[in-house]
T-cell receptor, first 117, second 117 residues
Framework: GAGVSQSPRYKVAKRGQDVALRCDPI?????LFWYQQALGQGPEFLTY????????KSGLPSDRFFAERPEGSVSTLKIQRTQQEDSAVYLC???????????????FGPGTRLTVL | AQKITQTQPGMFVQEKEAVTLDCTYD???????LFWYKQPSSGEMIFLIY????DQQNATEGRYSLNFQKARKSANLVISASQLGDSAMYFC??????????????WGLGTSLAVNP
């Protein structure tokens, strides 16, 4: 079956522009995660959805970052008034498990590389 | 405090030899899962292997095995019979079960592995 897809793959924005990054999870996956990966770093958690509910947004770095998943499938990460420090790869992951378990294989998309000039 | 520590920024190994990538972790949650992911230069995050905190045996998946030493809080990845295609970044990650609605993965900084022909 199809994996997690993300679009666009690459985005160049001028400082101050708004951007929207899309994630299509694996069909039927309950959980969806957004991570930010700066160059040379490990991913950092941004936010987590279980179906359409955003259960954890503790990793969003500022109120310029907003994520939604209105119908429990596709998710959009929006960044308003982009800054140079927002330049990173934004990874989306989904998993089928929605309950409490230590096993939670997350399947990742290819990422969106955002460059803010 | 950093919860996942990968102390080897870069590693080299000869083709067909085995290599161990180090990972130590810190948690007070008795129930957790440990994951290893591979990230090639193309950027996608590929799941390799999983170890649950209550698993009695070390996990193995093909050429990958996890040397789990719970008392030392270490979860080293062993790659046997290295291949040129194993050249990539390798990330260790952890999920704590009893963290409420928090299902995020906590990541290390990664180890860059280069396989020499």
């Amino acid at each position: 079956g199809a994996g997690v897809s993300q679009s666009p793959r690459y985005k160049v924005a001028k400082r101050g522009q708004d951007v929207a990054l899309r994630c299509d999870p694996i069909s039927g996956h309950v959980s969806l995660f957004w991570y930010q990966q700066a160059l040379g770093q490990g991913p950092e958690f941004l936010t987590y959805f279980q179906n359409e509910a955003q259960l954890d947004k503790s990793g969003l770095p500022s109120d310029r970052f907003f994520a939604e998943r209105p119908e429990g499938s596709v998710s959009t990460l929006k960044i308003q008034r982009t800054q140079q420090e927002d330049s990173a790869v934004y990874l989306c992951a989904s998993s089928s498990e929605g309950g409490s378990s230590s096993y939670n294989e997350q399947f990742f998309g290819p990422g969106t590389r955002l460059t803010v000039l | 405090a950093q919860k996942i520590t990968q102390t080897q920024p870069g590693m080299f190994v000869q083709e067909k030899e085995a290599v161990t990538l180090d990972c130590t972790y810190d948690t007070s949650d008795p129930s957790y899962g440990l994951f290893w992911y591979k990230q090639p230069s193309s950027g996608e995050m590929i799941f390799l292997i999983y170890q649950g905190s209550y698993d009695q045996q070390n996990a193995t998946e093909g050429r990958y095995s996890l040397n789990f030493q719970k008392a030392r809080k270490s979860a080293n990845l062993v790659i046997s019979a290295s291949q040129l295609g194993d050249s990539a970044m390798y990330f260790c990650a952890m999920r704590e079960v009893n963290a409420g609605n928090n299902r995020k993965l906590i990541w290390g900084l990664g180890t860059s592995l280069a396989v020499n022909p």
